[in-house]
């Protein structure tokens, strides 16, 4: 069975056909030549193995630089996230809208959930992290923007909350959910903020989402978690050792993907954060 990350690059290249078809072709090809060849590293240390793509085209909708994108946020913010003793997720949304009006639609969301920060309901929250995500009904051909709200925050009285939103919205949104966090959340909150296979048939939706995300933030944070996230060291020449602290040691350029996952498996110093799509420039 092929690997979820050999799966993400054949759906890329998929993705790359489309914006070809569409007349992207500079995000065509970049997109084409996204994770096309890695460089193998190891740390002659303690045999720890990583494996890096030697070009990521960091593309909205690319499935490849969607898992890598992940990665990255996890490691900026997992800690943050772990350190919240009184996690919550909250859901909150409005009505769905059509096409042509995503921008509006993702405005007035923001709009309300600022005015809901300064609701009652809101003060024992003592900070937040918000996700944007985006859905594209296809059936309906309509936009579905809501966010995912991580809380630090005892408890919550639901109905207090859900009547605060409808005011927020002036009616418009009734949605609010609201769990308690348990394991794998955090990939929750910051996973991709969209389904390609939702917007790749559709060519007006597409382009309304590419002009609406070119330099967008889908991430913002509030209070006790502001400006929470680490700087990442990234490889520039060189590669410092996440096991150990030693300099790590190039083994060989251009690995094929198939190559790059069939070999990490088999490293025998291969450990979970070691997988292929670890993302960082060619050294």
């Known amino acids: 069975m092929e690997s979820d990350h050999i799966k993400a690059f054949i759906s890329s290249q998929k ?56 990665a990255r946020l996890l490691g900026s913010y997992g800690g943050a996230l772990k350190a919240v003793k009184n996690a919550k997720m909250v859901t909150v949304s409005m009505r769905s809208r059509p096409i042509g009006e995503l921008k509006d639609a993702v405005k007035e969301l923001w709009d309300a959930f600022s005015r809901l920060r300064h609701r009652d309901i809101w003060k024992t929250v003592l900070g937040a992290i918000v996700s944007l995500e985006i859905t594209f009904n296809t059936k309906e051909q309509t936009w579905h923007p809501h966010l995912h709200i991580l809380v630090d925050s005892e408890f919550i009285v639901w109905k ?85 602290g030693a300099q790590m040691h190039v083994e060989k350029y251009g690995v094929n993907i198939r190559d790059a996952y069939r070999n990490i498996l088999n490293y025998p110093g291969f450990m979970l954060r070691g997988k292929i799509d670890y993302p960082c420039k060619s050294p």
């Open 160 to 244: 207090r909350l859900r009547d605060a939103w409808v005011e927020c919205t002036n009616g418009e949104g009734s949605a609010v959910y609201i769990q308690k966090c348990i394991g794998g959340w955090e990939r929750e909150l910051v996973k991709y903020i969209t389904k390609v296979s939702d917007l790749v048939e559709n060519e007006q939706a597409l382009r309304e989402f590419l002009d609406f995300a070119r330099g967008r933030r889908f991430l913002r944070t509030y209070g006790s978690l502001y400006n929470c996230a680490i700087e990442l060291e990234h490889a520039s020449g060189l590669m410092t050792c996440r096991g150990c």
């Open 15 to 70: 993705l790359a056909e489309v914006y070809k078809a569409y007349g992207y072709l500079d995000r065509a090809k970049k997109v084409s030549a996204c994770g096309q060849s890695y460089v193998e590293w190891a740390c002659h240390e303690c045999g720890e193995c990583w494996t890096v793509a030697e070009f990521r085209c960091d593309d909205r909708l690319c499935y490849l630089c969607a898992r890598s994108r992940v």
